[in-house]
């Protein structure tokens, strides 16, 4: 059993009880492409079987977020779960906001929260944070697509449409877009709306799956990547499943490889004329 399941994760759930949850009921080994923080909800897409040696490609997918930041308010976290640092903060007004968007957007380097689980000396930072540890997590560099004001939610708080490159923290663009105005903000929900080609539309809740139907939700391997597809025939099948390079017409680029059955079997790279495996799912 090999493929995604699109899951609708619920305000208030981890990550990896969603998973844990599908291992259950399908009986293999499942993994999460791209951890989502248990105040969030949205697309969380759970890799069963060898599908999650697929991880690296979906890691660097397209997200894209509707986020809630509210105003005036710090907290340690960088979002509303944690414990407040600074308030009275003033409240920016939609103009201000829309002033500093552009500065946001594009390449940029980000600091990540220090409630997180970045890796600091052999420990989570959010490990770190919880013991009282003082310490710096450097800047690294994001892709922030687009970012859009949707609506003033109330008083203090403002919905935006998020899109970004994997890696992004939206907590932390709630930080440097207060920063830029002279205030304080954090999150205060977060939906994931898209990942890569999974989307909310056609996602399922953990609560809908029983180890009757899960398998009507299981999403084939080779339907979600964007790749042309190769039947390699006879010595070439061969050299080419048992890992050696073999000369190839075909322009350089990652091709969905099949077996003379019409199997899915993998992902292999065309570099200078040379085919080669590079991921094996079956």
């Given at each position: ?227 042309e597809s190769f039947y390699p025939k006879g010595v070439t099948a061969k050299k080419l499943f ?41």
């Amino acid at each position: 059993m090999t493929g995604f399941i699109n899951v609708n994760k619920a305000v208030g759930a981890s990550s990896a009880r969603e998973v844990a949850i599908i291992k259950r009921l399908t009986h293999v080994p499942c993994g999460h492409m791209g951890t989502l923080d248990p105040m969030a909800d949205g697309v969380l897409p759970v890799a069963v079987g060898n599908a999650a040696r697929l991880f690296d490609y979906f890691l660097k997918k397209e997200k894209t977020y509707v986020a809630t930041f509210r105003f005036g308010e710090h907290f340690d976290t960088l979002d509303t779960t944690g414990t407040v640092l600074n308030s009275g903060g003033r409240i920016p007004s939609v103009e201000e906001i829309e002033g500093v968007i552009p500065s946001l957007v594009g390449e940029v380097m980000q600091i990540p929260p220090r409630y997180s689980a970045k890796n600091v000396n052999g420990k989570r930072g959010y490990q770190l944070a919880r013991e009282g540890v003082d310490f710096q997590l450097p800047p690294k560099k994001v892709t922030i697509n687009c970012i859009k004001l949707l609506r003033q939610v109330d008083e203090k708080s403002f919905s935006f449409e998020i899109i970004c490159g994997g890696g992004t923290y939206i907590r932390s663009i709630a930080r440097d877009m207060a920063e830029m105005l002279s205030t304080y903000a954090a999150m205060s929900a977060l939906t994931r709306t898209k990942s890569g080609i999974f989307t909310i539309e056609n996602a399922v809740s953990i609560s809908s799956l029983t180890e009757n139907n899960v398998y009507e939700y299981l999403i084939p391997c080779d339907s979600v990547l964007p790749f042309e597809s190769f039947y390699p025939k006879g010595v070439t099948a061969k050299k080419l499943f048992n890992g050696l390079g073999v000369e190839s017409g075909l322009n350089d680029g990652t091709y969905k490889i099949y077996t003379e059955d019409e199997n899915f079997y993998g992902l292999a790279v065309v570099t200078g004329g040379t085919m080669k495996m590079r991921t094996k799912l079956c």
